[in-house]
C-alpha cells in the first residue's frame, strides 16, 4: 500500500505533472546505480545522483503507485493543511 508518511510535499496533486517527472528521474537514477554506468562516474560525480536518489525516495516513493488520498488526524495537525487544501481544489473528497 503505498503512503506518505514524512512530509506532504507542496503540489503533490494540484501539480502532478512536476511530480511525475521527478518520479521518471528517480527511476532513471536507480537504473543507474542498479547497472554498471554508476561504475563509469568518478567517485565525486557518482555522489551526486546517489544523494538525489535518497533524497526523492524518502519524498516521493510512497506516490508511485497512488491512486488515492487519505488523511488522517486532519483537525489536530497543520502538517495535513496542505493535502487538505489541495484535495478540496481538485474537488476530491475530504471526510469530516
Known sequence: MPYVNDRWLGGSLTNYRTIRSR??????????RAGEQIN??????AVGP??????DVRNLNGMRTMAACRVLDRHRS????N???EARKLGVATMH
Request: glycine share 0%.
Open 23 to 32: 518520479l521518471t528521474r528517480l527511476e532513471e537514477l536507480e537504473a543507474i
Open 40 to 45: 563509469t562516474y568518478s567517485k565525486k560525480d
Open 50 to 55: 546517489l544523494a538525489r536518489i535518497s533524497q
Open 78 to 81: 497543520e502538517k495535513e493543511k
Open 83 to 85: 493535502a487538505i487544501s
